[in-house]
């Protein structure tokens, strides 16, 4: 099973709503990303979790705020966004995010986030 | 900080023609260069990886080289068909663990 699972699929929220999204991958990967994709460029990393514990954020405003409960797990929480914040939420995952040959990372189809 | 390019961006081929997908790289301190690939709207597909110390990966129709020390991969596609059609990103992950992507190549096969 190589497969990384997000939830929901399509998200259409307003800008004092506070939602969240959700990320799973049960391969016993030690890694998991969240990135953000808009139309027409390529993926931006946001967060890096390395056995459960956040190793890498590339400087997100706070109304974005990840949280890994478990090695399967990932959620992104959001609150307050803006329009701008829409775009594709894509997770990933590899073997180990601290290892120096790393495997492939595998990726999620997505959540399509909408602020309105 | 490592910036990835890829040319050409798009890429219109008739059915049956090979793809060649260029992809290049500014910092050759990378541990690994993956292909992958993302239709509209969609997640991405993981198609190849190649180590840093590998030269070449196969798998069915499409192969990828890696010149580290040129800072250069490229993925062929052989024998191209309409479902070939998509966006192909490669990333590299660099000293920090981050996966630096390109911009992509839109390919579209003709029937």
């Known amino acids: 099973d190589t497969e990384v699972t997000q939830t929901p699929k399509h998200l259409v929220m307003g800008m004092t709503n506070k939602k969240s999204l959700k990320c799973e991958q049960h391969?016993?990967?030690?890694?998991m990303y969240w990135y953000k994709q808009k139309a027409k460029k390529p993926p931006e990393l946001m967060f890096v979790?390395?056995?459960?514990?956040?190793?890498i954020n590339e400087s997100v405003p706070s109304r974005f705020s990840p949280e890994c409960p478990n090695s399967s797990l990932l959620n992104l929480h959001l609150h307050a966004l803006q329009p701008e914040d829409s775009a594709l939420y894509l997770c990933?995952?590899?073997?180990?995010?601290?290892?120096?040959?790393?495997?492939?990372?595998?990726f999620g189809q997505g959540t399509r986030l909408t602020v309105v | 900080k490592q910036e990835v390019t890829q040319i050409p961006a798009a890429l219109s081929v008739p059915e049956g023609e090979n793809l060649v997908l260029n992809c290049s790289f500014t910092?050759?301190?990378?541990?690994?260069l993956q292909w992958f690939r993302q239709d509209p709207g969609k997640g991405l597909t993981s198609l190849l990886l190649?180590?840093?110390?590998?030269r070449e990966q196969t798998s069915g129709r499409l192969n990828a080289s890696l010149d580290k020390s040129s800072g250069r991969s490229t993925l062929y596609i052989a024998a191209s068909q309409p479902g070939d059609s998509a966006t192909y990103l490669c990333?590299?992950?660099?000293?920090?663990?981050?996966?630096?992507f390109g911009a992509g190549t839109t390919v579209t096969v003709r029937a």
């Open positions: 990933a995952s590899s073997q180990d995010g601290r290892a120096l040959a790393d495997t492939e990372a595998f």
């Open positions: 391969m016993g990967h030690r890694a």
């Open positions: 979790y390395s056995y459960e514990k956040l190793s």
């Open positions: 910092d050759s301190a990378i541990y690994n």
């Open positions: 190649i180590q840093s110390s590998q």
């Open positions: 990333a590299v992950k660099s000293n920090d663990y981050k996966l630096s």
